[in-house]
């Protein structure tokens, strides 16, 4: 079958692309995965198709490891087909598009010249990138000149060195940082890192300064599931399509990029004016808390107790005509409510949230999601709970049952080789990956001979090591949690 390249495009699609060739390369994306093929270079191509962004992406690899994926995509003239599909307000859609706002693909570890160009390009104007938390992280290493950087924000230092010098410490040189990385602050972090290879290799207090001054980078958070080549659909698709698409990535309708910079930013990237859900903000910490708290939170309360009861993935439980309830009920009146947000849009975005539950495009195992839940229950879920408490209340229904599940899942015992196991209401045994020492507090508790359910629920909240502080202080919360570990096993005593 004919692979993709421009000879398939229709008219239409061909005009874009070769619009794309005439304009030149304003951004520069560090990442050539699903992500930000998904997520960034889509966005540029919904703003090119409305005539707001008339500028064009080299995309280049973080690692060597990625430049198989750097000449399949140029061999495919930039070109890939992205199919966005899942739920929008409950109804399903599917969309496909084929994407060419790429203009170049190199791998800057066989043409370091390449990487060096972009320096002294005076169109260039943004940096994207993908890198991982792994990977946006300082590593020393030397400079020797001529030969690549290893690390991402190595490259980065080396990159503004050359374009300081080619343009003579000019403040209209500077750029602007998009970092993606799922990891807080990342701008600062990624400014931090320059700053320190700046530092190793000796660069001018002049360019430090230069640095700060006149480059922007920007803080944001980002968000969507993009799943990637669709291996199932992917033949089917092809015959119809009538080409071949080595590139080809899929990723739910949901998108949200919430980026710290002025408004007035969205004139140099029009993504918002093109409709999209990007916000230009003073502060992301409402945007990072809301995730936390509704989506993360409503994963964490649900995937211990659900995988004690035997389910397996979060579709599942978001159609179980009882557990999904539950999880409505307990996001929309117990954590919501514990939160110092605008109710309405708070609600909007966990109905959004329940879409991409129940995606059934996206199969996300729990058991996955389960791993190391001590802390992200301590990050997403404490907090909603501890106000209650703070407001004098009783312990809300909904979050005692989740917390309930999850003390549940942790009833294990070691296994030969030094891990932890548990077993579900069936007897299926499941490994838990979590903090061997937190495993260890709870596993000891769970051990204790004769005592009643609500005693080993008062014994469990009390280990502060484990959750930070003393939860057996809260009257009330030891005996709320023995009656739903009591209904879960059907026992009021553990032997």
Same mark, same amino acid.
């Given at each position: 079958? #004919?692979?993709?390249?421009?000879?398939?495009?229709?008219?239409?699609?061909?005009?874009? @692309?070769?619009?794309?060739?005439?304009?030149?390369?304003?951004?520069?994306?560090?990442?050539?995965?699903?992500?930000?093929?998904?997520? +960034?270079?889509?966005? $540029?191509?919904?703003?090119?198709?409305?005539?707001?962004?008339?500028?064009?992406?080299? +995309?280049?690899?973080?690692?060597?490891?990625?430049?198989?994926?750097?000449? #399949?995509?140029?061999?495919?003239?930039?070109? @890939? /087909?992205?199919?966005?599909?899942?739920?929008?307000?409950?109804?399903?859609?599917?969309?496909?598009?084929?994407?060419?706002?790429?203009?170049?693909?190199?791998?800057?570890?066989?043409? %370091?010249?390449? %990487?060096?160009?972009?320096?002294?390009?005076?169109?260039?104007?943004?940096?994207?990138?993908?890198?991982?938390?792994?990977?946006?992280?300082?590593?020393?290493?030397?400079?020797?000149?001529?030969?690549?950087?290893?690390?991402?924000?190595?490259?980065?230092?080396?990159?503004?060195?050359?374009?300081?010098?080619?343009?003579?410490?000019?403040?209209?040189?500077? $750029?602007?940082?998009?970092?993606?990385?799922?990891? !807080?602050?990342?701008?600062?972090?990624?400014?931090?890192?320059?700053?320190?290879?700046?530092?190793?290799?000796?660069?001018?207090?002049?360019?430090?300064?230069?640095?700060?001054?006149?480059?922007?980078?920007?803080?944001?958070?980002?968000?969507?599931?993009? #799943?990637?080549?669709?291996?199932?659909?992917?033949?089917?698709?092809?015959?119809? %399509?009538?080409?071949?698409?080595?590139?080809?990535?899929?990723?739910?309708?949901? =998108?949200?990029?919430?980026?710290?910079?002025?408004?007035?930013?969205?004139?140099?990237?029009?993504?918002?004016?093109?409709?999209?859900?990007?916000?230009?903000?003073?502060? $992301?910490?409402?945007?990072?808390?809301?995730?936390?708290?509704?989506?993360?939170?409503?994963?964490?309360?649900?995937?211990?107790?659900?995988?004690?009861?035997?389910?397996?993935?979060?579709?599942?439980?978001?159609? =179980?005509?009882?557990?999904?309830?539950?999880?409505?009920?307990?996001?929309?009146?117990?954590?919501?409510?514990?939160?110092?947000? !605008?109710?309405?849009?708070?609600?909007?975005? &966990?109905?959004?949230?329940?879409?991409?539950?129940?995606?059934?495009?996206?199969?996300?195992?729990?058991?996955?999601?389960?791993?190391?839940?001590?802390?992200?229950?301590?990050?997403?879920?404490?907090?909603?709970?501890?106000?209650?408490? /703070?407001?004098?209340?009783?312990?809300?229904?909904?979050?005692?049952?989740?917390?309930?599940?999850?003390?549940?899942?942790?009833?294990?015992?070691? #296994?030969?080789?030094?891990?932890?196991?548990?077993?579900?209401?069936?007897?299926?045994?499941?490994?838990?990956?979590?903090?061997?020492?937190?495993?260890?507090?709870?596993?000891?508790?769970?051990?204790?001979?004769?005592?009643? +359910?609500?005693?080993?629920?008062?014994?469990?909240?009390?280990?502060?090591?484990?959750?930070?502080? !003393?939860?057996?202080?809260?009257?009330?919360? &030891?005996?709320?949690?023995?009656?739903?570990?009591?209904?879960?096993?059907?026992?009021?005593?553990?032997?």
């Amino acid at each position: 079958m #004919t692979p993709l390249r421009s000879q398939c495009l229709s008219e239409q699609d061909l005009l874009a @692309y070769e619009a794309v060739r005439q304009s030149p390369v304003t951004v520069l994306q560090v990442g050539e995965g699903n992500f930000l093929r998904g997520f +960034v270079d889509w966005m $540029l191509q919904q703003s090119r198709a409305q005539g707001l962004f008339n500028g064009s992406v080299a +995309v280049t690899q973080p690692r060597p490891g990625g430049k198989a994926k750097i000449e #399949t995509l140029a061999a495919q003239d930039g070109l @890939y /087909t992205l199919v966005v599909r899942g739920l929008e307000n409950g109804q399903p859609v599917e969309r496909q598009e084929i994407i060419s706002v790429i203009r170049e693909a190199f791998d800057p570890y066989g043409n %370091w010249d390449k %990487w060096e160009s972009c320096a002294a390009s005076a169109e260039l104007k943004f940096v994207v990138s993908n890198t991982t938390e792994a990977g946006l992280q300082y590593r020393p290493e030397p400079l020797n000149e001529g030969q690549p950087i290893q690390s991402f924000p190595g490259k980065i230092a080396y990159l503004l060195h050359k374009r300081f010098e080619a343009f003579g410490g000019s403040p209209e040189a500077g $750029l602007i940082f998009l970092p993606c990385e799922l990891l !807080d602050r990342n701008g600062d972090e990624l400014k931090a890192c320059v700053l320190q290879y700046s530092d190793d290799w000796g660069y001018s207090e002049e360019f430090k300064a230069w640095v700060v001054s006149s480059n922007r980078f920007l803080n944001s958070l980002v968000d969507r599931i993009v #799943t990637g080549y669709p291996a199932e659909q992917a033949e089917g698709w092809f015959e119809a %399509w009538g080409y071949e698409d080595h590139m080809l990535n899929s990723a739910e309708p949901y =998108h949200l990029w919430a980026i710290e910079g002025e408004p007035e930013l969205d004139e140099l990237l029009p993504l918002r004016k093109a409709g999209l859900n990007v916000h230009w903000v003073n502060d $992301l910490k409402p945007f990072q808390l809301r995730k936390v708290r509704i989506l993360n939170g409503a994963h964490t309360l649900m995937t211990p107790l659900s995988l004690v009861l035997g389910l397996e993935q979060v579709r599942e439980v978001m159609e =179980h005509p009882e557990l999904g309830r539950w999880i409505r009920e307990a996001v929309e009146q117990e954590i919501i409510p514990s939160m110092p947000m !605008d109710r309405e849009e708070l609600e909007a975005y &966990a109905h959004d949230v329940y879409d991409r539950f129940l995606n059934p495009f996206i199969r996300h195992r729990l058991y996955d999601i389960a791993m190391n839940s001590i802390s992200k229950f301590k990050v997403r879920l404490l907090p909603s709970l501890l106000h209650y408490e /703070t407001a004098g209340g009783r312990p809300p229904q909904r979050l005692v049952r989740g917390f309930a599940g999850l003390l549940r899942y942790y009833k294990v015992s070691q #296994t030969a080789d030094g891990g932890y196991a548990g077993t579900d209401l069936q007897g299926k045994a499941y490994t838990v990956r979590d903090d061997a020492e937190a495993l260890a507090a709870l596993a000891e508790e769970w051990a204790r001979p004769g005592q009643t +359910v609500a005693q080993t629920a008062e014994r469990l909240l009390s280990r502060a090591e484990v959750w930070g502080q !003393d939860l057996s202080r809260w009257s009330g919360l &030891a005996d709320a949690l023995a009656a739903e570990l009591a209904a879960l096993e059907g026992a009021a005593v553990h032997e």
